[in-house]
């Protein structure tokens, strides 16, 4: 079924907002993905790479080959009480100045960080990981902690990317370097800047207490915030009931995907997941006109 202007509103459509290639720290091209996309039976797709907007013309171009509906997307890295947080920006123009330059803010600090972590990792056995990660790497810019878990996975050190984080890449781990992203307000005004809408990503990862859960998105809505992934690939089906009743409960248009990153990492397939609750707003209200196809 192509999609028509007048589908942006229908809850049942099959989109996948939330995906990644290897313009960041997936390892398939946009081109790779949209296929994927396409045989998931996905009507409206979006790519969102960590802090970059380099896979987006090809991206489209696929797509509208493949006659889905596209909108362009990234995934920012914010801090906010001293926790990573995920911001998507959805539907945003990715030619705009603003949040170009946002991001290539961001990415300036991957190189460093990355470069002390292979320090760090080198002190607890794991020798020659930046080196290791980088060559994992299409894009060095976009270095990523997925890129060190790949490589020590490589290495025998453990059995599965989860498993490196669980022992080398999470917060008190050898490997963990604590570093500073965007700030929640920073995050959010670039996507609006750029005509985006700005969407909490996997709220059930942070780990938060309902305090800082409900900080987050007090926060997050002050600053023009509009909503929230439900349906994703990094939740469970209980995540998803949770993320339901924050969206009804704060009034947040609801988002979906897969967080699909490469074959054989434990997330999702593209458009693989059941749809939307019916109840809530898909956050594709929000998008104006989508082309028809
Ligand atoms: P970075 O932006 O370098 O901190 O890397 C974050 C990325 O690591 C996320 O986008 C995920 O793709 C991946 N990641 C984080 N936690 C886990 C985990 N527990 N298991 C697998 N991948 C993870
Ligand atoms: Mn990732
Ligand atoms: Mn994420
Ligand atoms: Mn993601």
Redesign the pocket.
Known sequence: MAVTPTDRFAPALRADLHC?SLH??GSLTPTELAHRAKAGGVQLWALTD??DLAGQAEARRAAQALAMAYVAGV?I?VTFAGE?V?ILGLNVDEHHAGLLAGLAALRAG?DA??RAMGESLAQAGVPGAYEGARALTRNPAA???????RYIVAQGHAAS??D???HY??PGKPGYVP?Q?ASLGQAIGWIRAAGGVAVIAHPC?YGFSHTLEYALIGEFIAHGGLGVEVVCG?HSAQDALHAAKLAQEFGLLASTGS?F?ADG???AALGSLPPLPPALTPVWTAFGQLVAV
């Not at 270095?143 to 878990?149: G, K, M, P, V």
Request: proline share 0%; hydrophobic share 25%.
């Open positions: 990644h960041s720290d960590h802090d995934e890295s990573t995920h991957r960080r990355a270095i990523s902690r997925t890129h060190f878990a990317v989860s490196v984080f669980r890449l999470k570093h992203w990862r990094s967080d990153h990492e434990t997330r």
